[in-house]
């Protein structure tokens, strides 16, 4: 017998970025709360391990190789989900990049592309397949990874930084226009996270861990788990009047 939480029991959920960092962590959070996940990033090793990992501890899960840059991609992620279950209930659009740590006139046009394209571009992609299978189900519930920075400002990272704030804009736009048809959109907005993208910003500028910790009123980097924790909620149907809200997962940085 599998002891989940229950949470979202009986529920389909595709996770991006499922590969590592915070998706990784929302895979196991999600099919511990009885969820069947999909998971969805480029290194196939990497998916290919946890989703093992998970279907031998009894979960169910699957996993689709996909880059999200490309449209194509991303509905054969959502088509493999409908083949699979017969339904998409959730989505929590995780995946995105961080780019360089750089003043933003010095900031190179390629950081701005790939920055702009997978946070972006690549949101606008699962979006649009998303909700077309849901609709088509007749409802579901959506959450987009933000960030912190898609609330305030970053220094150094103006392109991160604006794709963030088109993370919640489009959790905006989409909760408003969905609502009515019983989609549900929501955001979470962490802070500092355990992750790659930490361990590469950190790694390559020494005291900005600990300049962060400084002003978290929490004082510390979350786990992804604790990421994963509040997305599972807003995906959750304990969470049926919850739209269109931008929730920070930060240990207090937003209100500090
Ligand atoms: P990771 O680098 O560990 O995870 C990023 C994930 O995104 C990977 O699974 C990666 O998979 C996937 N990804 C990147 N590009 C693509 C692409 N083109 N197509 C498909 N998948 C892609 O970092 P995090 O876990 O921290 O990042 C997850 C989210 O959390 C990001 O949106 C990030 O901005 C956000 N966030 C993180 C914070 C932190 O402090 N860590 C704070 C605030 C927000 P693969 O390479 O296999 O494709």
């Not at 169910?60 to 999200?68: E, K, M, P, R, S």
């Not at 579901?140 to 220094?155: C, K, Q």
């Not at 549900?184 to 962060?212: K, Q």
């Not at 929490?218 to 994963?228: F, L, S, W």
Request: proline share 3%; aromatic share 6%; charged share 20%.
């Amino acid at each position: 017998m599998i002891e989940t939480g229950g949470l979202l029991s009986g529920k389909v959920v595709l996770i991006t970025g499922a590969s590592s960092g915070i998706g990784a962590a929302a895979a196991s959070v999600f099919a511990r709360e009885g969820a069947a996940v999909v998971l969805a990033a480029r290194r196939e090793e990497r998916l290919a391990a946890l989703t093992a990992e998970l279907n031998g501890k009894g979960f169910d899960a699957a996993y689709v190789v996909t880059d999200l840059t490309r449209a194509q991609d991303v509905r054969r992620a959502v088509d493999f989900t409908l083949d699979r279950h017969g339904r998409l209930d959730g989505a929590f659009n995780n995946a995105g990049i961080g780019g360089d740590r750089t003043p933003l006139h010095q900031m190179e046009d390629d950081i701005y592309d790939s920055v702009i394209d997978t946070n972006v571009r690549g949101l606008w992609n699962c979006l649009r397949a998303e909700i077309a299978a849901m609709l088509s189900g007749g409802g579901g519930a959506i959450v987009n990874n933000s960030s912190v920075g898609g609330l305030v400002a970053i220094p150094a990272a103006a392109p991160y930084v604006a794709s963030k704030h088109a993370v919640v804009g489009f959790t905006r736009a989409a909760a408003d226009e969905y609502a009515r048809q019983g989609i549900r959109v929501n955001s979470v907005a962490p802070g500092s996270t355990r992750s790659e993208i930490t361990v590469d910003w950190y790694g390559r500028n020494p005291g900005l861990e600990e300049a962060i910790h400084e002003i978290t009123p929490q004082g510390r980097t979350a786990a992804p788990e604790e990421i994963a924790e509040a997305a599972a909620w807003l995906l959750s149907d304990r969470a049926s009047y919850v739209t269109g809200v931008v929730m920070p997962v930060d240990g207090g940085y937003v209100n500090h």
